[in-house]
């Protein structure tokens, strides 16, 4: 029974994850851009709200509605300030943008709030710890079941504006090809902003739930960008479902790797993600594919 | 009235010159069709008026505005489509969605989804069809709808028979006669002559990025404009 808590716990931290991953995932899909700065941009959110508890003593939820248009804001002035200069320099260049934004984050968290670990978990009261009892065995976190809610609402209200939205078919137009979008009328540089904003209330929502079940340092946005990044291949580049669900594959394979080893949690979610990363690679599906074609010819 | 007027426009790819400094200008509710051999210079020459390629030297004017450096979000703006040279739709999405994106972005006016279907009615069955997966045809109607969906006032066909099968190029160009007739300007590039001669009001031939022979298209006959075409003309003067 323990073994199914671990996977149960394991599919919930996917949530957080999956949350983590999108706003990643969105913007690879909509501008090619690999975030170095996601993480800790994350961590940026968190102190944001920490900042905010702390100097009003209301709930970090409150403070999200004054966080996540700052973070779009963040977003809007990163966009024009870093991404647009460095897009117009080929693949590499943005990537080495953002890891000197994720260097001067981190620095500047550094300097501003010190080396301590910070917790939004007290100004978040009894949520933070209470949990349903399914079985003696057998329970799940409040907080952890509404992240992983938040999570399914924010990919299925991102789906829904993507799909069904005049500014989410401009946005699938752009990513699939900015050239043409600009000769019916679009300036590709505002829908990147608008991308980017997007993203940033994304990393915001991330970053608020990160400060809410953990603690967080200026320099975890690294350890934060690996999870993210490894949610964002196991569940495929680009694709919103498929971020929960890698989500949900890497918290599994972290919950039981530490059922079998208290050191196997990071090893565990690592593991399955370079088998997945090889697989993708290497090309499963054409090996399948070979197979078929033997049998076919044969 | 001069709706475009094209001015000394000189265009490169790097230090290739691919169009070397044109000038022409273009009257409200006629057809141009550019003709000329692959490598003349006319996709550079409409990409350089859609505000696609950023020209070297010279002037455009539009509507008695300088676009020249205008981008061309701004461009489609102000009543300037080109439909490219290769569809390029985006594949992904559905024809629908291919219509209806550039129809929140482009001007207002006549030009709505049910006037396109209209226009072009093989694409009411495949609305709901990934562009991606429609035949030649099929695409390029959906690349002229989208062009459409942004109310042009001038609109640049570039290669609008490349690749498509007789009875496909006679349904495009089915539909193209309306939009001639309906008095929207039109500047079509060209390879297969006798289509040009056929919708075309004016006719003007380039050959190694210049404009060696214009005319009205009535007045031009299909001799003169295969010498022209084949360069014919320069290699007897040089004789």
């Known amino acids: ?72 804001l963040v977003g809007v002035i990163l966009q024009f300030t870093v991404l647009d200069r460095s897009l117009k320099s080929g693949p590499l260049i943005p990537i080495l943008s953002t890891f000197g934004v994720a260097v001067i984050l981190d620095n500047g968290m550094f300097e501003y709030y010190g080396a301590n670990s910070n917790s939004l978990g007290p100004a978040i009261g009894d949520l933070a710890f209470n949990s349903w009892n399914l079985t003696d065995t057998l ?9 992983f809610g938040t999570a399914v609402v924010v990919l299925g209200g991102l789906s829904f504006i993507l799909a069904r939205t005049p500014i989410g078919r401009t946005i699938r137009a752009t990513a699939d090809d900015p050239a043409i979008v600009e000769l019916i009328g679009v300036n590709p540089r505002v829908v990147y902003a608008v991308a980017v904003a997007i993203a940033m209330v994304l990393v915001g929502i991330a970053g608020a739930f990160l400060g809410m079940r953990a603690s967080f340092a200026p320099y975890d946005g690294g350890n934060l960008l690996i999870f993210a990044f490894e949610t964002v291949v196991i569940g495929g580049l680009g694709s919103l479902w498929g971020t929960l669900i890698g989500g949900i594959v890497l918290g599994v394979s972290q919950n039981i790797g530490a059922e079998i080893s208290p050191s196997g949690f990071l090893i565990a979610g690592h593991a399955v993600f370079l088998v997945i990363l090889i697989a993708r690679t290497f090309g499963a599906g054409s090996i399948l594919g070979k197979i078929r074609f033997k049998r076919s010819a044969a | 009235m001069t709706i475009l007027q094209v001015e000394n426009l000189e265009a490169r790819h790097g230090l290739l010159i691919a169009v070397r400094g044109i000038s022409f200008s273009v009257t409200e509710g006629e057809t141009l069709a550019l003709v000329g051999a692959n490598g003349a210079g006319k996709t550079t020459l409409m990409r350089s008026i859609a505000g696609a390629h950023r020209p070297h030297a010279g002037r455009i004017t539009f509507d008695g505005k300088d676009v020249t450096a205008m981008p061309a979000h701004r461009r489609n703006g102000l009543g300037i489509a080109l439909v490219p040279e290769g569809r390029r739709l985006f594949t992904g999405m559905t024809v629908e969605e291919n219509l209806k994106v550039a129809g929140a972005h482009g001007r207002k006016g006549a030009w709505t989804l049910e006037t396109v279907l209209q226009a072009f009615p093989q694409l009411k069955p495949k609305l709901k069809a990934r562009a991606g997966d429609l035949s030649g045809g099929q695409q390029q109607a959906t690349a002229i709808g989208r062009a459409l969906m942004t109310n042009p006032r001038l609109l640049l066909l570039d290669e609008v028979s490349l690749g498509l099968s007789p009875l496909a190029v006679d349904q495009v160009y089915d539909s193209l006669h309306g939009l001639m007739n309906g008095g929207t300007t039109i500047i079509l590039v060209e390879q297969d002559l006798s289509r040009a001669l056929g919708v075309a009001s004016r006719i003007a031939c380039m050959l190694e990025g210049s404009i060696v022979l214009e005319g009205a298209a009535k007045e031009l006959n299909r001799e003169q404009i295969t010498a022209a075409y084949f360069g014919l003309n320069r290699v007897a003067e040089k004789a």
């Open chain 1, 1 to 72: 029974m323990n073994f199914v808590n671990q996977v149960l716990q394991g599919a919930l931290l996917g949530g957080f994850y999956a949350l983590l991953a999108c706003g990643l995932s969105f913007l690879y899909g909509v501008m090619r851009i690999i975030n170095l700065a996601h993480g800790s941009l994350a961590i940026f959110a968190a102190f944001l709200l920490f900042d905010f508890a702390n100097y009003t003593n209301l709930s970090p939820f409150i403070g999200l509605a004054l966080a996540l248009p700052a973070m779009a």
């Open chain 1, 139 to 147: 329970y799940v976190g409040q907080l952890d079941a509404l992240i």
